[in-house]
């Protein structure tokens, strides 16, 4: 069965960065879109990202652009989320999810989550 597994989350300075990890098993890479999402205290999940298994291109919602970017490694079947430039609206919960869609990658719900790691944005 599909599982994902989050990690890297922590505590950060504003300006600074963290690179989260979503290691994945139980599906081929390949045939999947991996998103990422966030949930802040008090407010839905968004979607904020995403990359294509098959061909690694990218999506990032207006919030992050520019400042995250997401990257896979096929052989480690284990996606990164680069953050930098961090601000403290970026403190939530950051889940990694999967979807069997092929091709370019969209952000919307997906049917698979991570079990979600915490990143704090404070000085």
């Known amino acids: 069965q599909v599982q994902l597994v989050e990690s890297g989350g922590g505590l950060a300075q504003p300006g600074g960065s963290l690179r989260l990890s979503c290691a994945t098993s139980?599906?081929?890479?390949?045939?999947?879109?991996l998103g990422w999402f966030r949930q802040a205290p008090g407010k839905e999940r968004e979607g904020i990202a995403c990359?294509?298994?098959?061909?690694?291109?990218?999506l990032f919602v207006d919030s992050v652009k520019g400042r995250f970017s997401a990257s896979r490694d096929s052989a480690k079947k284990t996606v990164y989320l680069q953050m930098n430039s961090l601000k403290p609206e970026d403190t939530a919960v950051y889940y990694c999810?999967?979807?069997?869609?092929?091709?370019?990658?969209?952000?919307?719900?997906?049917?698979?989550y991570g079990q979600g790691t915490q990143v704090t944005v404070s000085s």
């Open positions: 990359i294509s298994g098959s061909d690694g291109s990218t």
């Open positions: 999810a999967a979807d069997r869609v092929f091709g370019a990658c969209a952000i919307y719900e997906y049917d698979h």
């Open positions: 139980g599906f081929n890479m390949e045939y999947y879109s």
